[in-house]
C-alpha cells in the first residue's frame, strides 16, 4: 500500500508494491523506492518532472506513449492483464534504456531468460513486437526486430489437458470443502464460466435466479439462469452476511474484504483440493464439468454455446461428445444388465 505517502496527486498503485506515477491517464513511470522514504519522493518529482528517463525513445516512454494508444485502449481486460506482467517486466529490466538499439538477439535473450515460465517467456516476443509496432508509428524505428521470433515449446510435462470434474469428485467436495472453497466451486461449475470471469461478480448481478456478466476475454453480455445447487450456495453466502448484501459487494472477497484476485482464488482452491485428495481436477475444468451438465440435461451445441460463451465449438463439442459418450455407455450397461438377468 502507499500509505503516508498516498497524498501525492498523481500516484497511481495497480497493484500491490506497483506504484506508478499517472497523471491526465499517462503512465509515465514506475516508482521503485519504498514508500514513505526520501528516496521515493526524489523518484516521485523526477517522474513527474519529466527527468527520470535516460533517453527520451527509452522504453518506459515507450510503454506510456503505448498505454495512451488505441492499440492499448482496445484490448479486453484479460488481455490487459497478460500484457502488464509483460509490461512491468520489461520497465524493471530496461526501464530507462534506448530501445532503438534493440535488437533480434536481445528479444531471443530475455525469452530464454524466462524458459522456467514457458507461457510467459512466449509472451515477451509477442508483446514486444506490439511495443516495436507502436514505435515505428512514432517514427522512433524503421523495423520490427521482435517480430516473427519463434515460440518455445512448451514442455510435455506442463501440457497436462484440464480433467473434468468426476460425479464422485464433485460429490467429496461438496460434501467436505470448506464453505468459502465450494462457493468458488458452485459460481464455476454452475456459471459455467472462465476464472477470470468468477471475481468479476457482484451482488448487483444476482436477482435471486440469474447471474448477469461481461466476459473479460470476449466482451460478449450474458444472463446465465441459476441452477440449485448455486442458488442454495449464494443464499448460504446471504445468510451467513445477515442481508442481502450492497449490490456493489464482490461476491467473492478475500479475507481482508478486497475483491478476491484469480491468483488468491487459485491459492485457496488449490489448498482445498490438495487437503481432499482431488488434485487431479482444477478449477479451470469446472467449467468444462458445467459444459458437460448441460449436454447431460439434454442441451444440444448452440444451447450450450449461449450459456458457456464459447465462440467456438471446438471446445463444447470435446467436452459435450465426452458427456454424451458416458452417458450412453451408461445406457449401454444398463441394457447389458438387463439382458443378463433375463
Known amino acids: 500500500m502507499v500509505s503516508n505517502s498516498a497524498r501525492k496527486k498523481y500516484l497511481h498503485e495497480p497493484k500491490p508494491g506497483y506504484v506508478y506515477v499517472r497523471k491526465s491517464g499517462r503512465y509515465l513511470g514506475r516508482i521503485k523506492a519504498p514508500p514513505g522514504t526520501p528516496e521515493f519522493d526524489r523518484e516521485y518529482w523526477e517522474i513527474l518532472n519529466g527527468r527520470t528517463y535516460a533517453a527520451k525513445t527509452s522504453w518506459s516512454a515507450l510503454i506510456t506513449s503505448y498505454r495512451a494508444s488505441d492499440r492499448w485502449l482496445k ?29 533480434r538477439r536481445d528479444v531471443i535473450a530475455a525469452q530464454e531468460a524466462n524458459l522456467q515460465r514457458p507461457k510467459f517467456a512466449n509472451d515477451i516476443p509477442a508483446i514486444m513486437s506490439v511495443l516495436c509496432e507502436h514505435a515505428i508509428d512514432l ?40 464453505p468459502r472453497a465450494l462457493l468458488i466451486f458452485e459460481i464455476g461449475r454452475g456459471s459455467v464460466q472462465r476464472p477470470a470471469d468468477w471475481v468479476d461478480f457482484n451482488w448487483g448481478d444476482y436477482d435471486g435466479q440469474n447471474l448477469r456478466l461481461r466476459q473479460n476475454k470476449t466482451g460478449k453480455a450474458l444472463v446465465l439462469p441459476c441452477d440449485e445447487y448455486l442458488r442454495a450456495a449464494l443464499q448460504r453466502e446471504i445468510d451467513r452476511l445477515g442481508a442481502f448484501p450492497h449490490p456493489s459487494r464482490p461476491i467473492l472477497l478475500s479475507e481482508h474484504g478486497n475483491r478476491l484476485t484469480k491468483s488468491g482464488m487459485g491459492q485457496i482452491m488449490r489448498k482445498e483440493r490438495k ?68
Not at 75 to 103: C, H, S, W
Not at 150 to 157: F, G, L, Q, T, V
Not at 296 to 305: N, T, V
Not at 324 to 330: D, H, K, S, T
Open 275 to 342: 487437503r481432499l485428495g482431488l488434485m487431479l481436477h482444477d478449477q479451470h475444468a469446472l467449467r468444462y464439468r458445467g459444459v458437460m451438465e448441460l449436454a447431460w440435461a439434454g442441451c444440444d451445441d448452440d444451447e450450450i454455446m449461449s450459456y458457456s460463451g464459447h465462440e467456438t465449438k471446438e471446445m463444447v463439442i470435446k467436452y459435450a461428445g465426452l458427456a454424451r459418450q458416458i452417458m450412453r455407455a451408461r445406457s449401454a450397461a444398463e441394457k447389458r444388465r438387463l439382458w443378463a438377468s433375463a
Open 75 to 103: 484490448l479486453k481486460p484479460a488481455t490487459r492483464a497478460t500484457y502488464e506482467r509483460v509490461l512491468t517486466y520489461i520497465e524493471e529490466k530496461n526501464g530507462r534504456k534506448d530501445m532503438t538499439r534493440l535488437q
Open 139 to 178: 517514427g522512433w524505428i524503421s523495423a520490427n526486430p521482435a517480430k516473427g521470433v519463434r515460440k518455445k515449446p512448451i514442455p510435455e510435462e506442463r501440457q497436462r489437458p484440464h480433467v473434468p470434474w468426476t460425479d464422485e469428485a464433485v460429490a467429496k467436495f461438496r460434501a467436505e470443502a470448506n
